[in-house]
């Protein structure tokens, strides 16, 4: 893959990212507006994706997307590779409940329009068997 394709992948696929959350610890926020139906991004790819964008080129990359590489991946600078940041962190494990979700685990899309900085919830009462895991159900 070349570096404008690997700089499009990441600009498209990286939607999301984790932050503190009011609702429990650590939680899945948008980095921008998500639209019913659109995928999320927050399963990780079956595969990691590897991508040797050089430091020089990183700002092609939308802003938010740039600080995250760079924050966990600080040796960019010296042409190492990075791992997308849908990959470095399974952001899935990382969504919160809500009984008014905005996203479906099964299918990595948006149930509703997910706007910049909403937390991205899941419905954990779908999952078979939840009540005995989560006891709060």
């Not at 700002?59 to 590779?81: A, D, F, M």
């Not at 809500?98 to 779908?126: C, F, H, R």
């Amino acid at each position: 893959m070349t570096i404008s394709e690997q700089i499009s992948e990441l600009n498209t696929e990286v939607k999301c990212c984790l932050r503190p959350s009011p609702i429990h610890g650590i939680g899945v926020f948008s980095l921008r507006d998500i639209k019913k139906g659109e995928r999320c991004y927050c399963k990780p790819n079956q595969f990691r994706k590897w991508y040797s964008i050089p430091y020089e080129r990183l700002n092609e990359l939308r802003p938010e997307i740039k600080e995250i590489i760079l924050q966990r991946w600080g040796s960019v600078i010296n042409k190492s590779q990075f791992l997308s940041p849908n990959d470095d962190a399974w952001l899935i494990l990382f969504t919160n409940h809500s009984y008014e979700p905005n996203y479906l685990v099964s299918t990595d899309l948006a149930l509703k329009d997910i706007s910049v900085g909403e937390e991205v919830v899941q419905d954990y009462s779908l999952m078979k068997n939840a009540k005995q895991i989560f006891k709060f159900l």
